[in-house]
Structure formats: structure tokens, C-alpha cells
Nanobody
């Protein structure tokens, strides 16, 4: 059974930092491209950052220079380091694993940015 379990969300003040983690099980992690998506109320889910199985990264323009995605193929975990958080970063953050026609999602972790 495939599981993607996110953690690390919470309440942070503007300008603060959080690190999200996504622990994967039930998949051959190192062949999957991994990504973080977010969805704010009333908005579509959007890609925040992705990292290929080879380690290439891609970021949404809105987070470039503030967020960093990384992966640990030994721990089967993908991370999202978020610095300089803004109120507009508040959303439910979802982990995604993708390989060919296989696409899996985690349950999400809430990030709230407020003073």
C-alpha cells in the first residue's frame, strides 16, 4: 500500500520558516519524481516545487529564492524548506509522487502564516 505522509506544517509569523517532510512507503522511492503542491481556499491546487529522480529541481516563480526542495533516497523522504514565509503562502500543502502513469498524493499538511 502506497503512503505519503506529510508533516511539519503549522502556524508561523510572516518572515518565519517551516520545513515540511513527506515520508513515502510502498513505492520504489528513488525512481519517482516528487513534488510539493499547495491549495488555498477557493483556489486551484498549484505546483510549488518539484524534484526529479535525478535531483533536478523546479520552483514556482512565487517561491523562488525562498523555498528549497530536497530528497533523501535513503530515508524515502522529500523535504520543503520554506523561508521568508508570506501570508499568501498559507495553504494546505500536499506531497506528490509521480512515475509514468502512477501518481500518488498525501493527505496534506496545513501551513498558516499570520501575525
Amino acid at each position: 500500500q502506497v503512503q505519503l505522509v506529510e508533516s511539519g506544517g503549522g502556524l508561523v509569523q510572516p518572515g518565519g520558516s517551516l520545513r515540511l517532510s513527506c515520508a513515502a512507503s510502498g513505492i520504489v522511492f528513488n525512481i519517482y519524481d516528487m513534488g510539493w503542491y499547495r491549495q488555498a481556499p477557493g483556489k486551484q491546487r498549484e505546483l510549488v516545487a518539484s524534484i526529479s529522480r535525478g535531483g533536478s529541481t523546479n520552483y514556482a516563480d512565487s517561491v523562488k529564492g525562498r523555498f528549497t526542495i530536497s530528497r533523501d533516497n535513503v530515508k524515502n523522504t522529500v523535504y520543503l524548506q520554506m523561508n521568508g514565509l508570506k501570508p499568501e503562502d498559507a495553504a494546505e500543502y500536499y506531497c506528490n509522487a509521480h512515475y509514468v502513469s502512477r501518481n500518488y498524493w498525501g493527505q496534506g499538511t496545513q501551513v498558516t502564516v499570520s501575525s
